[in-house]
């Protein structure tokens, strides 16, 4: 299975931004992680098939996880960010299932390129 990220780019700190991961084929649980400039890859959000959700720490409540499976797209809405929000963001999908949302990227098997998003102060 082929990730296909977009939606990166340049924001004012306080903006909002759309991510959108197209998977070519269908893909259980989708998820986001990001690596910020100089650290470790770290979780985002991740949403399964049963439409079950979860977010990192960092960013829940300002961001929001949503799929279509008629177009094997995950989407990541992004708001009131801040400059530490900057960071490539990567999605990722498992080719299992579980009710329990996967938050460990090890427990992913499908890997996008990473769409670049800068949030300036």
């Known amino acids: 299975v082929q990730l296909q990220a977009s939606g990166g780019g340049l924001v004012q700190a306080g903006g909002s931004l759309s991510l959108s991961c197209v998977a070519s084929?269908?893909?259980?649980?989708l998820a986001w992680f990001r690596q910020p400039p100089g650290k470790e890859r770290e979780f985002v959000a991740a949403?399964?098939?049963?439409?079950?959700?979860d977010y990192g720490a960092s960013v829940k409540g300002r961001f929001t996880i949503s799929r279509d499976n008629t177009k094997n797209t995950v989407y990541l809405q992004m708001a009131s960010l801040k400059a530490e929000d900057t960071a490539v963001y990567y999605c990722?999908?498992?080719?299992?299932?579980?009710?329990?949302?996967?938050?460990?990227?090890?427990?992913?098997?499908?890997w996008g390129q990473g769409t670049e998003v800068t949030v300036s102060s």
């Open positions: 949403i399964n098939s049963f439409g079950n959700t």
């Open positions: 990722a999908g498992r080719r299992i299932d579980t009710v329990a949302v996967a938050t460990f990227s090890h427990n992913y098997h499908y």
């Open positions: 084929a269908r893909t259980f649980t």
